[in-house]
Nanobody, 123 residues
Framework: QVQLVESGGGSAQPGETLRLSCVASVRSFSINVMGWYRQAPGKQRSLVAA???????DYADSVKGRFTISRDNSKNTLYLQMNSLKPEDTAVYFCAAGLMSNWPPRAADFGSWGQGTQVTVSS
């Protein structure tokens, strides 16, 4: 199993920027997809963005054009660049990794999860 440790969460005002990082404890070849999920109070956890080992990406409609997912395989690190933040982006963000058989991935494809990092957007 992959151990994932997130960092970079915090507070921001609407329109500001945050970047999340997630370091994986094993070599990237043991997984073929990584992603970011988020869960707001009272809501289900939902996919924000996902990326394959070759760099193919997928985004939730609500973050397209504002968020960018990327990965540095040499550092076993996943990133989520969040621009133009909105109050509705407030949530706990989770890093996830796994093996998928189809694209886009399903939640069941992600076998490893980080502990989560809080992102709060308010004025």
């Amino acid at each position: 199993q992959v151990q994932l440790v997130e960092s970079g969460g915090g507070s921001a005002q609407p329109g500001e920027t945050l970047r999340l990082s997630c370091v994986a404890s094993v070599r990237s070849f043991s997984i073929n997809v990584m992603g970011w999920y988020r869960q707001a109070p009272g809501k289900q956890r939902s996919l924000v963005a996902a990326i394959t080992a070759t760099g193919v990406t997928d985004y939730a409609d609500s973050v397209k054009g504002r968020f960018t997912i990327s990965r540095d395989n040499s550092k076993n690190t996943l990133y989520l660049q969040m621009n133009s933040l909105k109050p509705e982006d407030t949530a706990v963000y989770f890093c996830a990794a796994g093996l998928m058989s189809n694209w886009p991935p399903r939640a069941a494809d992600f076998g490893s999860w980080g502990q989560g990092t809080q992102v709060t957007v308010s004025s």
